[in-house]
């Protein structure tokens, strides 16, 4: 990206690292655990990043303690904090040359990863929107676009409201769109709409208190930065600097709207307390005021610079690779692809989709399954336990696999569990009876994690 500096003394790329470093937040108040050190500090750096965007130290610190926080995590944890940390191991890679070059800006190097980072969206984007073309998602009954549209109103309604005509075409349309935005994104004369119908779906499907992928939106609207050119990002500023001068006018002028301002804030917020809203969805407090004012920022920047003017190429994509960037790309689509090869389904951005590749066969209308017996096809039914989990996954009718069935046991060695695996029952009042049951794989274990599978229909799952 070429070097553009403003009257802020922000060019794009340090805007992007002050965005990236809300995006973290943003995670960490949603699903951060308060009693985990790593997470508070990654807090800590990402509040000092944002006040500080050129810093090599701040950059490399909050990259480098997010991959330890995502190894610690996997493999089951949010689809997005793998998307984060492909970007930040670029970014981290980025920090290191700052650091060997001895360059005191981290901005020269940083901006050296943004075609990676934009082919990264883009990848993952089009391969969650791809995932969505199953049987399963299509299916009115288990459908994640229904289920994910009435989770979004529950917190007014647990009803179903919808006509059976319109649910019916929640899947159709949400598949669309999900695939025309990175498609509007790659292309030059669409970008820019790409940019607003991106904001404008992830801000429906997200603002609601009940929905669970605000941060998610925010950590899009951050990567979204990367892909505005000079004229648009001049104009996003000069939106910000508006915006800031005329809330800082009014309260001049009318000394008592602050004030008033934050008690009706307390009043909502404690009328929220008495119905039991607050304690679980303190974040939205945050996350949502964040994601609406930067969204229409952002919105109305392009609607000023031209909805469909074909932007100025800021950056090459072929030219930004080499050699680091390609390993790193690789290894994100052999993740991606993991599923439809047998690997794994946990981290593979098929969130939401009701895409199942077990058992050997995959219920995806383009993408089958990599023939072959795998140890994502080892299926176990649980037949009975006294372990709290597979005693649900046998009323449930769920499946899942030995690796799976061997995580779980080796956490409750003396859990009994009686099972059904390749034809043949296996039953023991204690598990370490079986001392393979009971044993992880350093490995295998920690890099690979499968989900749930149902036989009689794909179910929604995270």
Known sequence: MKNLQTGFGINPVTFYIMMWGVAHIGHFLRKG?????LVWLMFLCSVLLIFKPRSIMRLFSLTFFQLIYLFKEIPFT?????????????????????????????????KQSVPYICVVLVTVYAAAALAKLNSGFFYIENSCAVSMFYDSFSFITKQAFLPGTLEAGLPFAI???ELSIPLMLVLRKTRHAGIILLILFHLAI???????????????????????????????????????????????????????AIFLLLVFVKVLSRIGFISYHLY???????????????????????????????????????????????????NTASPY????????????????????TSNHFLFKRLPGSLPMDDMVQIIESDHHALKKYAGNGEWLTYHELRRILSARPKSSVKYSRNGELYSYDNADQNLELVTLDPVWHKLIGHRLYDPDSAACRW
């Open 206 to 260: 997200s603002l609601s208190p009940t929905a669970t992928a605000l941060d998610f939106t925010i950590m899009l609207f951050a990567l979204s930065t990367l892909f505005m050119d000079k004229k648009l990002f001049s104009a996003l500023l000069d939106t910000i600097q508006k915006a800031r001068l005329f809330i800082k006018q009014s309260v001049q002028k009318y000394p008592l709207l602050l004030p008033v």
């Open 33 to 37: 655990n308060a009693l985990d050190p």
């Open 78 to 110: 949010d689809n997005h904090l793998y998307i984060m940390g492909f970007i930040n191991a670029g970014l981290l890679y980025t920090t290191l040359k700052s650091v060997y070059y001895r360059k005191a800006d981290n901005v020269e190097y940083a």
């Open 284 to 334: 939205w407090f945050f996350l949502a005021p964040t994601a609406l004012i930067f969204g229409g920022f952002v919105i109305k920047s392009i609607i000023s610079t031209g909805l469909f003017r074909k932007p100025k190429q800021e950056f090459s994509i072929l030219s930004g690779f080499n050699f680091t960037y390609s390993v790193l790309f690789i290894a994100l689509l052999i």
């Open 175 to 177: 598949a669309i769109t």
């Open 341 to 360: 090869l047998g690997f794994k389904t946990t981290g593979t951005f098929t969130m939401y989709s009701n895409l199942q590749t077990f058992d050997g």
